[in-house]
């Protein structure tokens, strides 16, 4: 099974950004789908953003077009690029692994998960 470590969160400033990784011992990341999710306090884990070993990716809608996963083999990696960071993106965020991902927002496609990193964005 993959280890997955997350890294990266910490306190912005509304509008700011952050970049937050996700890197894995064990196992070569490349032959994993990669999802990251987040847990805001109070409220359900939800789906962020995936990206398939072959690179697809998949974001939940809402936001399309301010954060971007991405992939360095090389290094192991998956990177989650957050832009104009609001006081809602406030969350816990995990990475998590699997083989098999189904395109959809399910956790259960996902097997292995990393301990998560604090991201708080302040108004």
């Known amino acids: 099974q993959v280890q997955l470590v997350e890294s990266g969160g910490g306190l912005v400033q509304a509008g700011g950004s952050l970049r937050l990784s996700c890197a894995a011992s064990?196992?070569?990341?490349?032959?994993?789908?990669v999802g990251w999710f987040r847990q805001a306090p109070g409220k359900e884990r939800e789906f962020v953003a995936a990206?398939?070993?072959?690179?697809?990716?998949y974001y939940a809608g809402s936001l399309k077009g301010r954060f971007t996963i991405s992939r360095d083999n090389a290094k192991n990696t998956v990177f989650l690029q957050m832009n104009r960071l609001k006081p809602e993106d406030t969350a816990v965020y995990y990475c998590?692994?699997?083989?098999?991902?189904?395109?959809?927002?399910?956790?259960?496609?996902?097997?292995?998960w990393g301990q998560g990193t604090q991201v708080t964005v302040s108004s």
């Open positions: 990206i398939r070993s072959g690179g697809n990716t």
């Open positions: 064990g196992r070569t990341l490349s032959s994993y789908a």
């Open positions: 998590a692994a699997g083989f098999y991902y189904s395109g959809s927002y399910y956790e259960g496609d996902f097997g292995s």
